[in-house]
């Protein structure tokens, strides 16, 4: 189901950069603990899905999962570097096609997604195989994407150039969860904590929605005015409980001697 990225290594090769800085550092081992909680969390599918952040200091650049490794093999050193052209800047092997046309425009289009995870992870992705909003305003959990949300109604294959990346960038406009129906989810964020935390609540989320519908009682909606409160009440506390979110899984890999962070 996966197709290779054609690269320039010549291209590449003539670009010489300093990529050891402490925040480079730190944001590879960062994205790497994501792909190994995502991995024991099940939401990932074979070697197909992809994550990718902003490298600190170089917004031209980004990183994101060499093509052929399952989440649960990605460690820190393992990441690739690329550039919006197709480049491999550092490591070894190369992106996924699709991962790099949908994740390259997409931080190319919208400076503001520093962080950007795509999965097909099982409740989301369910919920936009149905017709109708995907996303019901039912439970405390789903409230923290109230208006948050965009639909892509019009699927149309694999991201297998520029235009269908550029397609999905304006699909997700100024939302932060993109339901892409009949496919899967992406998530954009400004960060990499805060990518993990809204896939992980996005997953949780879509997994008591689903069964709540499959009771085949009738759903309780929360009134607007409640949703609206609660969102802004969540969300008045978002970046420091996304961070210690985080911090929290990495201390769980380390305890289970998971080595992600080499």
């Not at 670009?15 to 550092?25: E, Q």
């Not at 520029?162 to 406009?173: C, L, P, Q, V, W």
């Amino acid at each position: 189901m996966a197709h290779t990225l054609t690269t320039s290594p010549s291209a590449a090769a003539s670009r010489r950069l300093d990529l050891a800085s402490d925040a480079i550092v730190q944001a590879r081992v960062e994205l790497a603990a994501c792909f190994r909680l995502a991995a024991l969390n099940g939401f990932e599918e074979g070697v197909c899905n992809h994550f990718s952040a902003v490298v600190p200091g170089h917004d031209d650049l980004f990183f994101v999962n060499p093509y052929g490794y399952a989440f649960s093999e990605i460690t820190a050193s393992r990441l690739l570097i690329c550039d919006f052209h197709g480049n491999v800047i550092e490591g070894e092997g190369k992106p996924e096609a699709t991962a790099f046309y949908i994740h390259a425009r997409l931080h190319r289009l919208m400076p503001r997604v520093k962080a950007a995870f795509h999965t097909h992870m099982p409740n989301a992705t369910a919920l936009c195989l149905l017709e109708g909003p995907p996303l019901l305003w039912l439970g405390q959990t789903s409230l923290k994407f109230y208006g948050r949300t965009a639909v892509d109604e019009h699927y149309n294959g694999l991201a297998l150039d520029e235009s269908e990346g550029d397609r999905i960038a304006a699909a997700m406009g100024d939302a932060d969860i993109l339901f892409l129906k009949n496919h899967g989810v992406m998530v954009a964020a400004p960060d990499i904590a805060q990518a993990w935390d809204d896939l992980y609540y996005l997953e949780r989320a879509a997994e008591v929605q689903l069964k709540a519908m499959s009771t085949n009682r009738p759903l309780k909606c929360i009134p607007a005015e409640v949703a609206q409160l609660a969102y802004e009440q969540i969300r008045a506390g978002d970046a420091e409980s996304a961070r210690a979110h985080l911090e929290s899984g990495v201390r769980q890999l380390r305890e289970c001697g998971i080595a992600f962070d080499r």
